[in-house]
């Protein structure tokens, strides 16, 4: 039994070494002292033997366990370094990856670059100056031929921005400047060297140059050429280099952009010029300048004091060549204008309107001035003048400039402040004579409105003078017109027949002759000026206001209010014809009606004072 249950312990024993936690050493003494003690009463050796035996299970047991103690350590320190590794791991591949980011977005500019080279490339059309040749002799008084392109290049900037029409204009710049100088890597060029490069091979732009010689006298020589410009030399004296620099920007500005020259020689008064230089270009001139030197042509012609009927003709050839050219429908309406066909010119902008596809459409609303003029649009027509000046610096695109334009529109809105402060900004130009015009024009008209008649018939009288320049009658048909109302108005009767047997079959003369009889008691010729003004454009609204004005002076309302609702027809963006609509409806008693029509009025003329205080009298009555 004892010996069984020994064997049983042992047994059970023989296992342990796979115990490897701290506990089983003292597992294993405590056993082995029980055991010893178990066999000591069997058998002394079997104890001593069993003892020893467990002693060195014992020993055995503590080496395991210093060992798993340091293999952990060992283990601990490794499991910690990998963790390391993984971390410097996930950090690398994340910088891997940004550099490769890096890289493709590098590629990809640089891709995006070289496209945009390479169109810009195929759309060059630009004017490029090269350093011309210049004797070394010259290079002390500082004339290099950097110098003297330079100089050319700065008279063709002028002579561009001096240009004002709608004609495309060409870049212009030198071959030296604007340098970028980004090395492309194993090729040793800049980047704007392949700019350049594909430039030359796939652009269309006209390079320029030529040389300065001394010559025998001693004088200076320049000549000039270019791609498809013929050589020309332009000689004078030592110290005539601004004088011939000039000569030759001229010269090459008009073989590069022949539309753009016929455009400066007629904003700026070279009207004999330009006509010459268009008949003699036309025929050999690209097909996309042919319309613009036709209108330059015309412009010219009628600013001159020639044939409206032969401009007519010319601008109409121009717009079958392009039947986009808005310039073209706008130039047209204004010489049937000018040539007293209102009407006609009316249709005209209504045909505008339909190519255009309707209002806002295809068409830029600076070429509705002439419809907005004449059906008195104040507000639309203010708002394109406005944007033309912000787009222009000031000055505008058409033959007149934009700023007695804006004070005349302001005048016709019954703000004097605003066409005061427009007069005193307009930016001086150089050979206008419409400034000068209008500007009387519009300090007439503000002395009439405030009752001031004396000095708005001096005003007037000094427009009348500036107006007898075609350049300006050119561009305000039927503005003379309104002399008359001045001289009559200033006790001057004859002055006032004079001016409105001379002024033409227009519109405003035909109702201001109507005003004048009716204002010396002659009522049945006034009607028929009335009628007569009518009958000369149906479709506009000024004639039948004038004649409602009349009519309720009469005392003729309902006429009066028939009139009224005709001009406000035709003109349903004209404060007048509301105002004064609204002061019959007042004289009936009809003040809710009145109110109406005076809210409806300060839509279009939200400054004019007298309208303020009829609205607010009207409002105070009713309540």
Not at 93 to 113: D, E, I, K, P, S
Request: charged residues 25%.
């Amino acid at each position: 039994m004892a010996e069984d249950s020994l064997g049983g312990v042992l047994g059970e024993e023989a296992e342990t070494p796979e115990v490897e936690a701290p506990e089983a050493v003292a597992s294993a003494e405590a056993f082995a002292a029980a055991v010893a003690a178990i066999a000591s009463r069997q058998d002394p050796q079997v104890a001593r033997d069993t003892s020893a035996f467990l002693q060195e299970h014992s020993a055995l047991l503590k080496v395991q366990k210093n060992h798993l103690e340091d293999e952990h350590a060992i283990r601990l320190h490794h499991l910690r370094g990998q963790a390391r590794e993984g971390d410097i791991r996930r950090v690398g591949l994340r910088l891997r990856v940004a550099f490769q980011v890096f890289l493709a977005l590098v590629a990809t500019v640089f891709g995006a670059g070289f496209v945009v080279a390479l169109h810009d490339a195929f759309a060059s059309n630009g004017v490029v100056v090269e350093p011309f040749d210049a004797p070394p002799a010259l290079a002390a008084s500082g004339l290099t031929g950097k110098v003297v392109a330079a100089g050319l290049l700065d008279e063709l900037m002028r002579l561009q921005n001096a240009t004002r029409t709608s004609a495309a204009k060409r870049n212009l710049s030198n071959a030296w400047t604007n340098e970028i100088k980004l090395a492309v890597p194993e090729a040793g060029i800049s980047v704007s060297e392949i700019a350049r490069l594909l430039k030359e091979r796939f652009g269309h732009d006209l390079h320029i140059d030529g040389e300065l010689v001394q010559t025998e006298t001693p004088g200076l020589e320049l000549t000039v050429r270019g791609d498809g410009v013929s050589a020309k030399s332009f000689a004078g004296a030592s110290g005539d280099l601004k004088k011939l620099t000039i000569a030759a920007a001229e010269y090459v500005y008009s073989q590069s952009e022949p539309a753009l020259w016929a455009s400066y020689l007629s904003n700026t008064g070279r009207y004999a010029e330009a006509i010459t230089f268009s008949r003699a270009e036309y025929a050999s001139a690209d097909k996309s300048d042919r319309p613009y030197l036709l209108n330059f042509w015309a412009t010219s012609l009628v600013s001159s004091g020639g044939s409206p009927t032969e401009a007519l003709a010319l601008y109409r050839a121009a717009l079958k060549i392009k039947p986009d050219f808005w310039t073209g429908y706008s130039n047209v309406s204004q010489t049937l204008w000018h040539l007293g066909d209102e009407e006609g010119a009316w249709r005209v902008e209504n045909d505008l309107l339909k190519v255009a596809g309707g209002r806002p459409g295809r068409v830029p609303e600076r070429f509705y001035g002439n419809l907005d003029t004449l059906t008195w649009n104040l507000a639309a027509w203010r708002d394109s003048l406005v944007a033309e000046a912000e787009t222009t610096g000031g000055i505008g695109s058409a033959n007149s400039s934009v700023g007695p334009s804006l004070a005349d529109v302001d005048a016709r809105l019954h703000d004097a402040a605003s066409a005061q402060l427009e007069l005193e900004t307009t930016r001086p130009v150089e050979q206008d004579p419409t400034i000068a015009a209008i500007s009387h024009f519009v300090r007439g008209r503000l002395a009439a409105e405030a009752g001031d008649s004396q000095r708005a018939a001096s005003e007037m009288e000094a427009f009348a003078i500036a107006n007898a320049d075609p350049d300006v009658r050119s561009n305000f048909p039927g503005y003379s017109c309104w002399v008359a109302l001045a001289e009559e108005a200033a006790g001057h009767p004859d002055k006032a027949d004079t001016v409105l047997e001379t002024g033409g079959t227009f519109v405003d003369c035909y109702r201001f002759r109507g005003d004048i009889l009716d204002s010396r008691g002659d009522w049945g010729s006034a009607e028929k000026a009335y009628a007569k003004a009518v009958a000369l454009a149906p479709d506009l609204p000024a004639a039948y206001y004038s004649w409602g004005v009349a009519l309720a002076r009469h005392g003729d309302f309902a006429g009066a209010e028939a009139k009224f609702k005709e001009a406000n027809r035709h003109g349903p963006h004209w404060a007048d014809p509301l105002k004064n609509w609204g002061d019959v409806l007042v004289k009936q008693g009809r003040g809710e009606d009145a109110l109406a029509k005076y809210n409806g009025a300060l839509k279009y003329a939200p400054h004019w004072a007298a309208l303020k205080e009829a609205r607010e009298a009207t409002a105070t009555h009713r309540t």
